[in-house]
């Protein structure tokens, strides 16, 4: 059974499947109701994280299609995060074929399409913000048409430089139309996401649930985190920060934040992809533009992350 969670959202989710964007995937099939997939280059090319996610929707078997978009940055060049999800985009893991490919190879017309003829969509981006700054440069009106964007992205430090997360250093051009465009947003930054953790403990309870899916789940994590462990001087495991800009949506009672004006730089030597948020306490900064997570209830989100893992695992088996 579904998730009953106290909001059932309708959100397209945009991602880069990346081990992360996984479970943002089994999290926002249970708990929202998860109108359509679309993939942007990020993690790794295109065509493996769109792969990745046919992947999952068919291991899952979502009645859900999936649609490929940006192969590259509005401006910069591409650069992948091989060196934490493997070439693969999602490494440490024996993959089960996906059915068929990609429904459509036009993210961009399906974001469109699907907010216009459904008011009231959330757009959740959990990757490069590529494709959301394309739509919303083709279709101006669809700020009208959407409840907002929650996204996983920024931060008051980084991730790929000492300024930068990697969503937005990856495209930063996009993230500025996106941040800039006067839709509501919720930003899960790296300080909410690296509150929430896949521990060895959290790691054992999935692999102990042994299904199919759960197994290859608990796979990619052990991956995830001794990729994680070997790049940190202190963690006790990978960062699960993708599912938290759905259950931002979902469960919006495990978090605490604040509405802040973020902008973002896409110049600085030191500080491209920079979310700069301005967290002063003087009258004349400008007004906020978004609403950003400051603290999670890990362990009641871990429980939610659970839950969908586990139905996933029952779904798979039937
Ligand atoms: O910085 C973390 C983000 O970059 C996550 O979305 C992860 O999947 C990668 O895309
Ligand atoms: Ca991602």
Redesign the pocket.
Known sequence: MPDDSPDRPRILLDC?P?H??VVAIVVAAHTAELVGITTVA??APLDRTTYNACVIRDAMRLPVTVHSGAERPLVAEPKF?AFIHGQSGLDGAELPAPDRGADSTDAVSFIIETCRSSEGTWLVP??PLTNIALALRAAPDLVGCIAGISL?GGGTFG?RTPAA???IWADPEAAAIVFECGAQITMAG?DVTHQFLVTPPRIDQVAALDTPFTSIIADLFRFFSRMYIARHDHIAGAAL??PLAVLALTHPHLFRGTDRHVSIETHGRHTAGMTVIDRRGITDREQSNVHVLEHVDADAAWSVVFDALAEAGRRSCR
């Open positions: 880069d990346g992360d964007d990020g993690n995060a959990t990757g996983m991730n997360e990697y969503n790296l920060h993708d």
